[in-house]
């Protein structure tokens, strides 16, 4: 495999896996994302469900053929959501396979959402799961479930099927806990039912951007003086809080006995996509952003999650090492100063982490609400597509 550019082989170098974020189906047809992987050293992918795509499908792009047929043949219209998605990530699975083979299951993974409306019922989610695991039919797949409430019951049941899993809308050390939990509960429910815990993996996502977005608006509103030294330092803080924990459980005797099994550790991730209400005329400046994440938060065995924007400015980037092991200290003393300040993270966390599940509750809503509309000009009646709609949520 050709070397990545000089910023992400110095990251591949310490431990850092750099993915690409926001893929549509545009990236996975015109071979871009092969490209990407061969000579710009992506290594993994997050596929998303979001406006972009519904829109894409709105507009007219390839699915609308797709669309047509699937109408010709009379696919409701879960089942047609269904197809399209699974689609896309068969395309990413296989531009990713051999990164996945050479490194024997470590790296080459692409992140399929789950819908969150799947999640009232944690035992169904983790069915549903398992039934867009066998449609996709490729071993470097793995399943996007929102970190909260049922989310993390159905993490559990997941990897105790043996489904890879990405545990997404981390926003604190203790929310992380929690996963850790359900990972570990999940590989020894797996254990015990005889499958191979070598072939289950799981990473989870924190998204750095909006937690320094909404911490930074509150510190400004503070007004005061002593607010300035804690600006873009909330989201770095909680990270080193969470690589932490992750330190100290994997030198658990609980994780040396499922290590001993076979087990593949937990990987962190950290998401460089801003909220969704930032101006897409600002996408350099928001790729520029995103660079000094790539800077502030290495660590081994992690993953960066990069937008096309902020992959277009890796080439600012210059890593010095580790930036992760070792500062916890540090950490805790900016999440107490915000305390002092009346602005508890524990509290914003949680309502940026139920922010994350709604906006993709929302994307899963307008990416149905598209595929409906594309199905209907192609010759699905308005009536039966309008019914599937209001269904969004149920499995099939």
Same mark, same amino acid.
Do not use: F
């Given at each position: 495999?050709?070397?990545?550019?000089?910023?992400l082989r110095q990251l591949i170098n310490e431990g850092v896996s750099p993915w690409l974020e926001g893929v549509d189906r545009s990236v996975l047809v015109s071979g871009r994302l092969a490209w990407l992987v061969r000579y710009a050293g992506i290594r993994g992918v997050v596929c998303e469900p979001g406006p972009a795509a519904a829109i894409a499908i709105a507009e007219g792009d390839a699915r609308r053929g797709r669309s047509g047929?699937?109408?010709?043949?009379?696919?409701?219209?879960?089942?047609?959501?269904?197809?399209?998605?699974?689609?896309?990530?068969?395309?990413?699975?296989?531009?990713?396979?051999?990164?996945?083979?050479?490194?024997?299951?470590?790296?080459?993974?692409?992140?399929?959402?789950?819908?969150?409306?799947?999640?009232?019922?944690?035992?169904?989610?983790?069915?549903?799961?398992?039934?867009?695991?066998?449609?996709?039919?490729?071993?470097?797949?793995?399943?996007?479930?929102?970190?909260?409430?049922?989310?993390?019951?159905?993490?559990?049941?997941?990897?105790?099927?043996?489904?890879?899993?990405?545990?997404?809308?981390?926003?604190?050390?203790?929310?992380?806990?929690?996963?850790?939990?359900?990972?570990?509960?999940?590989?020894?429910?797996?254990?015990?039912?005889?499958?191979?815990?070598?072939?289950?993996?799981?990473?989870?996502?924190?998204?750095?951007?909006?937690?320094?977005?909404?911490?930074?608006?509150?510190?400004?509103?503070?007004?005061?003086?002593?607010?300035?030294?804690?600006?873009?330092?909330?989201?770095?803080?909680?990270?080193?809080?969470?690589?932490?924990?992750?330190?100290?459980?994997?030198?658990?005797?609980?994780?040396?006995?499922?290590?001993?099994?076979?087990?593949?550790?937990?990987?962190?991730?950290?998401?460089?996509?801003?909220?969704?209400?930032?101006?897409?005329?600002?996408?350099?400046?928001?790729?520029?952003?995103?660079?000094?994440?790539?800077?502030?938060?290495?660590?081994?065995?992690?993953?960066?999650?990069?937008?096309?924007?902020?992959?277009?400015?890796?080439?600012?980037?210059?890593?010095?090492?580790?930036?992760?092991?070792?500062?916890?200290?540090?950490?805790?003393?900016?999440?107490?100063?915000?305390?002092?300040?009346?602005?508890?993270?524990?509290?914003?966390?949680?309502?940026?982490?139920?922010?994350?599940?709604?906006?993709?509750?929302?994307?899963?809503?307008?990416?149905? $609400?598209?595929? #409906? *509309? !594309? =199905? @209907? %000009? /192609? +010759?699905? &009646?308005? $009536?039966?597509? #309008? *019914? !599937? =709609? @209001? %269904? /969004? +949520?149920? &499995?099939?």
């Open positions: 495999m050709t070397p990545a550019p000089d910023p047929r699937l109408a010709g043949r009379g696919v409701p219209l879960e089942r047609a959501v269904r197809e399209l998605v699974v689609d896309d990530v068969r395309l990413a699975c296989d531009a990713l396979r051999g990164v996945h083979e050479a490194t024997r299951g470590h790296d080459g993974h692409v992140s399929m959402a789950l819908d969150p409306g799947l999640l009232h019922d944690a035992p169904s989610a983790a069915g549903y799961a398992r039934e867009l695991v066998r449609a996709v039919d490729r071993p470097n797949v793995l399943v996007r479930i929102p970190a909260v409430g049922q989310g993390l019951a159905a993490i559990r049941d997941c990897l105790a099927q043996g489904i890879g899993v990405h545990a997404c809308g981390i926003c604190s050390a203790q929310q992380y806990d929690a996963v850790l939990r359900a990972h570990m509960d999940g590989l020894e429910l797996a254990g015990k039912a005889g499958l191979r815990l070598s072939s289950i993996a799981c990473v989870a996502s924190m998204a750095v951007q909006p937690i320094d977005a909404e911490v930074d608006r509150l510190l400004v509103e503070s007004g005061t003086a002593a607010a300035r030294p804690l600006l873009g330092e909330a989201a770095r803080a909680s990270a080193r809080l969470v690589y932490r924990l992750l330190d100290e459980r994997l030198g658990s005797s609980r994780w040396r006995a499922l290590s001993r099994a076979g087990g593949r550790p937990q990987r962190l991730m950290w998401t460089t996509a801003p909220v969704p209400s930032a101006s897409s005329d600002a996408s350099e400046a928001l790729g520029l952003s995103a660079v000094r994440y790539l800077e502030r938060l290495v660590g081994w065995n992690t993953v960066i999650a990069l937008t096309p924007a902020a992959l277009a400015a890796v080439h600012r980037c210059e890593p010095r090492g580790d930036t992760l092991l070792g500062t916890h200290r540090g950490a805790q003393s900016v999440l107490d100063g915000l305390d002092l300040l009346g602005i508890p993270y524990d509290t914003v966390a949680r309502r940026l982490a139920a922010e994350c599940l709604d906006r993709l509750s929302a994307a899963w809503r307008g990416l149905r $609400a598209a595929v #409906a *509309e !594309s =199905v @209907e %000009r /192609a +010759g699905e &009646p308005a $009536a039966v597509a #309008a *019914e !599937s =709609v @209001e %269904r /969004a +949520g149920d &499995p099939m």
